[in-house]
């Protein structure tokens, strides 16, 4: 665990050309859930999102819609930033390319680019996937949408990626955990070392719908580096307290789609620039349908996210997809295989358990009991550090990136605790001192659990903690110290099964 108290995280910077999809929202739920862990931790956390608005892709959308640009993006980045509302996802910040603020940093970063000498003036001809703002070098049909590639040919700006190439392999190998997971740092490595990186077209005539070049109004900047910007100015001016706190200790959550932007023209435009790098990229890979990738793209791929959120809840969506995924691997989607997983776990072993410990400790001991934690027996003792060393095991995972890992953690956690249960039968337990000193110690070890599970279910942990009588914030500091006096209030159905 490093010992710095201040973490930024964020999302990418979604499309405002279409509305939000699970694709989305589950890269959303891994960086909510780091945002959560890290609080636990005591740590002071920003958690940025926001929306992609510029360049030909959104320009073309909304003419094809046949809507005003302003109202068709406004439109689309309130469904965004609703649905982040109804899912329970803690932004402090939903950056806007499109936000005055945004457009003076982007013109500041461009500015320390060309100081830099990295800017130089020439003409581009090649091939175009609009929908990925991206060219392509060889090829009939983009290879992620499947679409034909246009020629385009334009005076443009070019940033001197060549550059940058070593640097970039130097800086992979020196930092192991700068990508992560491994696999696709070992891609971004590969990649690097075999292919010639060419310098980079960073403006366009083809459009409008952008940041100015300062000084050459033919020209706005090109998306990508304009998107990518959205990180630093969601932190204020470059030179702030505010970014100068937060930026060193960076962690971008991305899909597998973007690793190239952000591995390779990232870092190389932030070293032009005088900048840190981002501390680590965490990189997803794709949720699909039937093996498709959900995508807008494809239509009968999407799975809208509101449609879920009132039949499963916004803890259930985030436990299904953080359990079951292994970061950084493909999932196919299957919501049959979600409401079985989501009825055993949250439903019978979690809530079932907070609910017969609150009703059984309620009606022996209405108004709480005292135990003196030095003097337990040794089997309750055991208990205790059983669950002890789960804590350990999920700060291992989940500091690994190992999220899936965590989350089996938490459940087994709560498998463990349910198992002692069932073989010490406390409802048969006459003696009041032996059932006292056994149901403190399951007060103590449930305390433990909502530790655990605050950061992938925290509405379920808000009210189980409410029914013990504890806090509303979970914090890593308790664990192993409940206070000698224990008691519980009255609870309702943690997760109703679906
Ligand atoms: N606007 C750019 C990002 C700029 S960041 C400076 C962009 N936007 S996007 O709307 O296409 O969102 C891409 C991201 O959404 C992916 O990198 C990933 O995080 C998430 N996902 C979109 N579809 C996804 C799946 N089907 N599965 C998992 N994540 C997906 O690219």
């Not at 740092?185 to 077209?201: G, Y």
């Not at 609150?358 to 208990?383: C, I, R, Y």
Request: charged content about 20%; overall charge negative; aromatic content about 12%.
């Amino acid at each position: 665990m490093e010992l710095t108290m201040k973490q930024y995280l964020t999302t990418p910077i979604y499309y405002a050309s279409g509305s939000p999809h699970l694709g989305h929202a589950y890269t959303t739920f891994v960086a909510d859930c780091y945002k959560r862990y890290y609080r636990v931790r005591g740590h002071d956390v920003i958690l940025t999102s926001g929306t992609d608005e510029h360049g030909q892709k959104i320009e073309r959308t909304a003419q094809q819609c046949g809507q005003p640009i302003d109202s068709f993006i406004n439109k689309r980045s309130n469904e965004f930033r609703h649905l982040w509302q109804k899912l329970d996802i803690e932004l402090d910040v939903f950056e806007r390319t499109t936000a005055a603020s945004h457009k003076d940093l982007v013109i500041d970063l461009w500015q320390r680019i060309a100081d830099n000498g990295d800017i130089y003036k020439s003409h581009y001809e090649g091939l175009y996937c609009v929908d990925c703002e991206q060219y392509f070098t060889a090829g009939d049909d983009c290879p992620v949408h499947r679409k034909p590639l246009e020629n385009f040919s334009e005076q443009s700006y070019f940033f001197c990626l060549s550059r940058y190439q070593q640097k970039l392999i130097d800086h992979i190998e020196a930092n192991p955990d700068f990508i992560v997971p491994e696999s696709r740092r070992n891609e971004v490595l590969s990649f690097l070392k075999n292919n010639e990186l060419h310098d980079l077209s960073i403006s366009r005539t083809s459009t409008r719908w952008g940041v100015e070049v300062p000084g050459d109004s033919d020209h706005v900047i090109y998306v990508w580096l304009d998107a990518l910007a959205a990180y630093l100015s969601a932190l204020g001016p470059l030179g702030s307290v505010k970014f100068e706190q937060y930026w060193p200790n960076t962690t971008h959550f991305i899909g597998k789609d973007i690793l190239l932007f952000h591995a390779v023209y990232w870092p190389a435009f932030l070293w032009s620039a005088g900048l840190d790098l981002p501390r680590r990229l965490v990189v997803n890979g794709w949720l699909t349908v039937e093996g498709r990738k959900i995508s807008k793209s494809d239509p009968d791929t999407i799975v809208d996210p509101l449609s879920l959120i009132d039949s499963i809840s916004s803890d259930g969506l985030k436990y299904y997809f953080l359990k079951t995924v292994r970061l950084g691997q493909d999932l196919d989607f299957q919501q049959s295989h979600l409401v079985e997983l989501l009825n055993a776990d949250l439903a019978n072993n979690v809530g079932n358990l907070f609910s017969r410990f609150v009703k059984l400790f309620a009606k022996h001991f209405p108004q709480g009991l005292t135990q003196d934690p030095l003097k337990l027996s040794a089997a309750n003792n055991e208990l205790r550090l059983a669950v002890g060393g789960k804590a350990d095991a999920f700060e291992q995972a989940i500091e690994n990136y190992e999220v899936s890992l965590a989350a089996r953690i938490f459940i087994d956690t709560a498998g463990l605790i349910n198992a002692s249960i069932q073989q010490s039968e406390p409802w048969k337990i006459d003696d009041k001192f032996e059932l006292s000193e056994y149901l403190w110690t399951l007060h103590h070890c449930l305390a433990d659990l909502t530790i655990l599970g605050a950061s992938f279910v925290p509405e379920l942990i808000e009210k189980a903690r409410t029914s013990l009588n504890l806090g509303k914030n979970a914090t890593w500091q308790d664990l192993g110290c409940n206070s000698s006096e224990v008691s519980v209030g009255s609870i309702d159905a943690l997760f109703p099964r679906i």
